[in-house]
T-cell receptor, first 118, second 113 residues
Framework: GAVVSQHPSRVICKSGTSVKIECRSL??????MFWYRQFPKQSLMLMAT?????????EQGVEKDKFLINHASLTLSTLTVTSAHPEDSSFYIC??????????????FGPGTRLTVT | GENVEQHPSTLSVQEGDSAVIKCTYSDSASNYFPWYKQELGKRPQLIIDIRSNVGEKKDQRIAVTLNKTAKHFSLHITETQPEDSAVYFC????????????WGAGTKLIIKP
């Protein structure tokens, strides 16, 4: 149980276009989802925390107008990178909390999305 | 806010030897400490975790120790195998911070055959 999927796994887009990444909890209801970005040879950097039905909370330095997060249901959160530029190229990973699974602290991670902006 | 420091950044050990990775944290409110293994291009994989009411936890070749007073915790891998080669991350979390994970910088573990 506690499976999180992410789509697409890889995407290449042109500079100036927008890209949407979906994160789904397949077999549980995720009250909280997290979005991370990871650059090569670096740690995961938390971008934002989203709770179902409410606005996402963005970390300092993350532009909320550029990285649009929607958590419209208990099983789906989306991250839209608007007007993407080459410096947005990164590995984007989502995770979800599933308090009903037993450990309220544990996060279940999606497989990640490799975004390349040309 | 919480800050997690992780050392060393790279660790090379002979196959069969033990590996130890150490982390320190700053926020005494943190009470959950997971360790993740990440292979290149893959998601982080939880390998072991510990809550603040426990000092040590073991799962086969992997163990984690926690010293709340000193605010540090360590990952111990015994009898290392080539498949243990990966990047390992420690993290800290608390209910007060909405269960956000604060990550260490990572340790690249290399197992030499």
């Amino acid at each position: 149980g506690a499976v999180v999927s992410q789509h697409p796994s890889r995407v290449i887009c042109k500079s100036g276009t927008s890209v949407k990444i979906e994160c789904r909890s397949l077999d549980f209801q995720a009250t909280t989802m997290f979005w991370y970005r990871q650059f090569p040879k670096q740690s995961l950097m938390l971008m934002a925390t989203s709770n179902e039905g409410s606005k996402a909370t963005y970390e300092q330095g993350v532009e909320k107008d550029k990285f649009l997060i929607n958590h419209a249901s208990l099983t789906l959160s989306t991250l839209t990178v608007t007007s993407a530029h080459p410096e947005d190229s990164s590995f984007y990973i989502c995770s979800a909390r599933a308090p009903g699974q037993g450990n309220p602290y544990e996060q279940y991670f999606g497989p990640g999305t490799r975004l390349t902006v040309t | 806010g919480e800050n997690v420091e992780q050392h060393p950044s790279t660790l090379s050990v002979q196959e069969g030897d033990s590996a130890v990775i150490k982390c320190t944290y700053s926020d005494s409110a943190s009470n959950y400490f997971p360790w993740y293994k990440q292979e290149l291009g893959k998601r982080p994989q939880l390998i072991i975790d510990i809550r603040s009411n426990v000092g040590e936890k073991k799962d086969q070749r992997i163990a984690v120790t926690l010293n709340k007073t000193a605010k540090h915790f360590s990952l111990h891998i015994t009898e290392t195998q080539p498949e243990d080669s990966a990047v390992y991350f420690c993290a800290a979390s608390s209910m007060d911070s909405n269960y956000q994970l604060i990550w260490g910088a990572g340790t690249k573990l290399i197992i030499k055959p």
